[in-house]
């Protein structure tokens, strides 16, 4: 997993390509080109393992923004990403099942396997959610939601009715984070739309290692039009941007407004065009199927949000998440029977196809 190689060609046509020792590689293309300083910065990386994409890139250009803000860090992580998982497929071609995003616009590469955790199978996948130019993420195929290649590798080993442990980032929630004292596992799970077995199974398995953890099972709920209402919110407030810039006279009253602009698409925009609005309506935002799922974040205190403003995964974050999801998944096999009946009874993916991929 350590990188070899960031290779750059620098100037308007310029593109990112990372190799790792064994073999994965990822490249992506900024939209607006790359500048040598850039190729200078994402060249720091060589020799650091691939993995925790975000927290690389970050120590490389010290912040970054999607929507399109910071193409050449975003085409880094993206790069980087798509190199990291391609070594699983490198060392063990014939264990994991691998293909690409087929979203119009995206490049991520998706791979996985069935893995024996102490006995126990366990089909396992990662997604990269990328787009091209460095301008996402579009998030339609997040999560476990089984949609174009993603759904045919995913029926390949078996996951679409699966119980299904979803692994989400480290985050600040500001409902959860100002009442938080430390880094604390939220586990999420509508208790009528994802699985309560899941759920719960992760819940003990934290309160066995002795992780801080909540549990919340009604911050999940898919809501009709609820995205869609979103989208027509932040166009509205463009739109009055916009109308105030036609009519604006003096320098800093535009800059203000254009500042105003950037924050917008820089921050609220990454909430509205991550997924597609009806698809929202059935996976909700963090693409899970209904009825097989429940959700892990690491939620930081706002204490930590104060003095880092963005979260990011350490390797002591990182093995917290093995650990939890290894003794997650014993428990969810206590309750397997259970887990699976309910994930069976009320998944609904057959309409996926027709909302994302023929929209």
Request: contains cysteine; hydrophobic residues 40%; glycine residues 10%.
């Amino acid at each position: 997993m350590i990188i070899k190689d960031i290779r750059i060609k620098t100037g308007l046509n310029g593109y990112i390509e990372v190799e790792t020792e064994d073999g994965g590689y990822g490249k992506s293309v900024p939209r607006r080109g790359i500048t040598p300083n850039e190729a200078r910065l994402a060249k720091t990386l060589i020799g650091r393992k691939a993995f925790c994409s975000q927290t690389l890139v970050l120590e490389a250009f010290g912040r970054f923004y999607g929507q399109g803000i910071s193409e050449t860090p975003v085409s880094l992580q993206t790069a980087i990403s798509n190199a990291a998982l391609d070594t699983f497929v490198k060392c063990y071609p014939s264990e994991f099942k691998f293909g690409y995003e087929d979203l119009d616009g995206s490049c991520g590469l998706i791979a996985g396997a069935v893995l024996d955790f102490d006995g126990i199978p366990v089909s396992v996948l990662g997604t990269v959610n990328a787009s091209i130019n460095g301008i996402g993420p579009n998030e339609d195929m997040e999560g476990n939601s089984a949609i174009g290649k993603k759904g045919e590798i995913m029926a390949e080993l078996g996951m679409v009715t699966l119980p299904t442990v979803v692994i989400e980032a480290k985050v600040h929630n500001e409902l959860f984070s100002k009442v938080l004292n430390e880094g604390t596992f939220l586990v999420k799970a509508d208790k009528q739309q994802d699985n309560p077995f899941v759920a719960h199974s992760i819940f003990n398995a934290a309160n066995d290692l002795n992780f801080p953890v909540i549990i919340r099972e009604d911050v999940m709920a898919r809501v009709p039009g609820g995205m869609e209402k979103q989208t027509r919110e932040l166009a509205n407030k463009i739109v009055c941007l916009g109308e105030n810039l036609k009519n604006a006279q003096f320098s800093q009253e535009k800059l203000n407004i254009l500042a105003e602009l950037a924050l917008l698409i820089s921050q609220d925009g990454g909430g509205i065009s991550f997924m597609s609005n009806k698809l929202h309506e059935i996976i909700g935002g963090a693409g899970t199927l209904q009825g097989t799922s429940a959700v892990i974040n690491y939620c930081v205190p706002s204490e930590y949000y104060k003095e880092y403003l963005i979260p990011f995964i350490t390797e002591d974050d990182l093995q917290k998440y093995v650990m939890l999801t290894k003794q997650a998944v014993k428990e969810l096999f206590k309750v397997l029977p259970d887990a699976v009946e309910h994930a069976q009874k009320h998944c609904c993916s057959s309409s996926l196809e027709d909302l994302v991929l023929k929209s």
